[in-house]
């Protein structure tokens, strides 16, 4: 039929007859105040204020399909329910008692709820589309839509402020630290996400500050790697293996397991050891790169900084030891880079911009978002064909976070679209 999440929203809303109100002991009951939804335990609405005859009662609402759940659920022997006013149920099939025995006050909405809302929920919640409204979505109008969609970009920044919060909690409020394992993170793609996070946390930027030499910072992170533990005969592989000896002797250091890197599947140019030689050449270039993004002002300023070759070796090389026939360099793509400025700057700008209270920093970031071309994956591809296009990266991550936290959720009830869907 439907959840008690769906009487939650009827409920909240007030999407329900409430002329000539009466409870089912042909009460006349007046809804003050519906209360503030809980979400954790304890009784559905807390605070509610409603009238009942002439009595206004002042206390908490516990909202259920059948009045039968009340004892279901045990609440007649939780102390945490005595100070319910108001029990609200779909359908009423028995009275009931909270924990001191005293009788509890009932309303059914069995005959009280709109039959076409009810239509429209179960049309939704039972869709085997790719998202819920998919045959609705058109309809949405466009203000809706558009307001709908800046919301979901800052609930996706702060969302994503949390990760970043507990790493800066971890590097005792190092900013350059912390950008620097976000930026590794996210050089690894989703396939060699964690072992780059590995590495970034193995090698800390303060062993990195103590070198501007190029092959010094190559064998760091190579070696870091678990790269440098085999023999190959190969002259720059040898020099870099030599220096990591010197160098993890004198900071003592231990490599990760070199199995944990993903070669399978990947394209060459995303091979990890194309990307840490890449990594070097862009700490070596900039080692203070969260001082020198906030003085950036356009997104074309991040492409040149982040526009970075792998070391000339990597130009006939996608691992030690193999040369390869065609000789190119390794640049890190537009693609790459725009990803960069999208889940690496955007988000750590905007939660150093919350930290010192400072808008217009907070603002500055989403212009980046605004500035770049839309991303281009199977979400966004799939919202097109519904006649949904994304203008740029601000849109497209906004219908990212819309199918990825509401939409395969069918969290219907929680999003815009849904209620609208649902009220019209």
Known sequence: MFTEDFLHYIWNFKLFNTKELKTVQNEPITILKSGQHNTDAGPDFFNAQIKIGETIWAGN????????????????????YNNVVLHVVYHHDVDIRNATGNHIPTIEL???IDTKLISNYKQLIGSKNWIACSNQIKQVDQFVLQNWLERLIFERLERKSIEINQTLLLNKNDWEETFYQTLFKYF????????FLLLAKNTPLKII??????LSIEALLFGQAGFLNNDVDDEYYLKLKKEYQFLSAKFNLKPLDASL???LRLRPANFPTLRISQLANLVAQE?????KILEINSVQEFQKIFSVTASSYWN??????NTQKINTIKRTGKIMIDGLIVNVVVPILFVYASSIQNDELKN????????????KNTIILNFEKLGIKSKNALQSQALIELKTNYCSHKKCLNCSIGNHLLKN
Do not use: M
């Open 61 to 80: 609402v516990e909202i259920h399909i059948n009045s039968s759940d009340w004892i279901k659920h045990h609440h007649e022997k939780d102390n945490a």
């Open 110 to 112: 069995k005959n009280l």
């Open 188 to 195: 690894g793609l989703k396939v060699n996400s964690q072992p």
């Open 209 to 214: 500050d103590k070198h501007k030499n190029l």
């Open 261 to 263: 890197w993903k070669f």
């Open 287 to 291: 080692p203070r790169l969260f001082s």
């Open 316 to 321: 006939s090389h996608y691992q030690f030891g």
């Open 364 to 375: 500055k970031a989403i212009r980046f978002l605004e500035q770049l071309n839309t991303e």
